[in-house]
């Protein structure tokens, strides 16, 4: 199970921290991945981290500006988000799979088995 948190409202150039909580023992063997959903358009990929957090992937519009990073002691992910724009309003999802191999994550949702129940960032201009 998993569940995000964090999300809020922020003004255009401003920071926000997005945390992903995860239950059970097997976190650390599992791939997870954030994607968002603006109103009115498809999911889209955002980031993904391998389950040991040795490797990530960004989407090209917040490569630069976006960290993922993760703690498996805690069993959370995070998601700092810089630079925040008006165009990084959405609804974030944090999803999770477990890992083919050392080293893989993935930005293809359909491969993520588990989804948390998002959160709503706002960026105003």
């Known amino acids: 199970q998993l569940q995000a948190s964090g999300g809020g409202s922020v003004q255009a150039g401003g920071p926000l921290r997005l945390s992903c909580a995860a239950s059970?023992?097997?976190?650390?063997?599992?791939?997870v991945g954030w994607f968002r959903q603006a109103p009115g358009k498809e999911r889209e990929f955002v980031a993904a981290?391998?389950?040991?957090?040795?490797?990530?992937q960004y989407a090209d519009s917040v490569q630069g500006r976006f960290t993922i990073s993760r703690a498996n002691a805690k069993n959370t992910v995070y998601l700092q988000m810089n630079d925040l724009k008006p165009e990084d309003t959405a609804v974030y999802y944090c999803?999770?799979?477990?890992?083919?191999?050392?080293?893989?994550?993935?930005?293809?949702?359909?491969?993520?088995?588990?989804w948390g129940q998002g959160t709503l960032v706002t960026v105003s201009s």
């Open positions: 999803a999770a799979c477990a890992s083919r191999f050392s080293g893989w994550a993935t930005r293809d949702q359909y491969e993520y088995d588990y």
């Open positions: 981290i391998t389950s040991s957090g040795s490797r990530t």
């Open positions: 059970g023992r097997t976190f650390s063997s599992y791939a």
